[in-house]
């Protein structure tokens, strides 16, 4: 099994990554020096705390000398409960994108207790669970970057990780594929393998030519990303297009292998159940069109 096979562990990689993006971007020397090392080394695994509407987070941090003291609950915790650290954005000032901070917290911090995981359709093997901030107080040496800066790490963080989405999107459709390629080259009907047939064929093509779109997609968007250059509307783009890419090949591949394909026999009906998270998690893809719309067409006149 490569990681394509299973979206758990890119998904994983992909929250992990957001949740040290804070540290690794905004924190300081020392806090890099300190926590950093196990972070990235993979001893320390991360989960990456914010809301779906991140202006209007209500999770509350208040100061008291150079302790922070957290109330709140923060639902839909990718590792919740079973992380080592959480990157969680709270608010310490008033309403709005301004008043929000980001702390890094332990585990095991007293008062951070996790619900029973959420049951869903699909990623049974990544926990994701409601967290609950009851009076954790954490030292100031644990905030990253200023007080008020969270909103924007927050999207720093988010514009990166669309780009891991967007790419573990692709490797789910890349694994549907396969799969259905396989198995329409063994099975036949009507005296001949599937693979002969033109309506699959063409079914087939357009699925592989998705996938190199999109793979293309992504890839530009990190390279811009890896030159310094201004990357968030292509990286709304890649998580859109790739995660519909997704969703759309991997039904398609259930479709090629008839009722096979709906069977847990196969891989193919749980990589469909696996993708549509894609299409929600980091900015559903409503979210990713009123960004990319307002990188083309402007602000909305309110
Ligand atoms: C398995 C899983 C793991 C997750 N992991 C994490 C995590 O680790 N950390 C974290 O912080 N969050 C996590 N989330 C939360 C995820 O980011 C949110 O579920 C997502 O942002 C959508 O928010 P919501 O569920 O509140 O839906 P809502 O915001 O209520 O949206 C419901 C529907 O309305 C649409 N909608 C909402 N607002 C608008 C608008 N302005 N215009 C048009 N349409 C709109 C949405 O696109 C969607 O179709 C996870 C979610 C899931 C399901």
Request: aromatic content about 6%.
């Given at each position: 099994m490569c990681i394509r096979d299973s979206l758990t562990v890119g998904l994983g990689v992909s929250v992990h990554t957001l949740a040290c993006h804070a540290l690794a971007g905004y924190g300081t020397k020392?806090?890099?020096?300190?926590?950093?090392?196990?972070?990235?080394?993979?001893?320390?695994?991360?989960?990456?705390?914010?809301?779906?509407?991140?202006?209007?987070?209500?999770?509350?941090?208040?100061?008291?000398?150079?302790?922070?003291?957290?109330?709140?609950?923060?639902?839909w915790i990718t590792h919740g409960g079973v992380a080592d650290f959480y990157t969680v954005l709270a608010r310490t000032g008033g309403e709005g994108a301004h008043g929000i901070t980001a702390f890094l917290v332990p585990g095991d911090a007293p008062g951070l207790t996790a619900a029973a995981p959420e049951r869903k359709m699909g990623m049974k093997g990544s926990p994701t669970a409601q967290l609950h901030f009851d009076g954790v107080q954490v030292p100031d040496a644990r905030r990253l970057g200023e007080e008020g800066q969270g909103f924007a790490i927050?999207?720093?963080?988010?514009?990166?990780?669309?780009?891991?989405?967007?790419?573990?999107?692709?490797?789910v459709a890349q694994a549907a594929l396969d799969e259905a390629l396989t198995f329409v080259a063994e099975r036949r009907q009507f005296g001949r393998p599937l693979a002969d047939f033109q309506g699959l064929r063409f079914m087939i093509?357009?699925?592989?030519?998705?996938i190199e779109a999109g793979r293309s997609l992504y890839l530009a968007a990190a390279r811009l990303r890896d030159a310094g250059k201004p990357f968030a509307k292509q990286a709304a783009m890649a998580k859109l297009f790739c995660t519909d890419v997704g969703m759309r090949v991997t039904t398609d591949a259930v479709q090629l292998m008839?009722?096979?394909?709906?069977?847990?026999?196969?891989?193919?009906?749980?990589?469909?159940?696996?993708?549509?998270?894609?299409?929600?998690?980091?900015?559903?893809?409503q979210i990713q069109r009123m960004v990319v719309a307002r990188h083309v067409a402007g602000p909305e006149s309110r």
């Open positions: 020392e806090q890099q020096r300190e926590h950093l090392p196990a972070m990235l080394g993979g001893r320390l695994l991360g989960a990456y705390c914010l809301c779906s509407d991140a202006a209007s987070l209500r999770t509350r941090a208040t100061r008291d000398g150079d302790t922070w003291t957290l109330e709140g609950t923060k639902a927050a999207l720093s963080a988010l514009d990166s990780g669309r780009l891991g989405i967007a790419a573990c999107a692709i490797g093509a357009d699925m592989a030519t998705q008839g009722g096979y394909g709906y069977t847990a026999d196969f891989p193919a009906e749980r990589y469909m159940r696996e993708a549509k998270v894609l299409q929600i998690v980091e900015g559903t893809n």
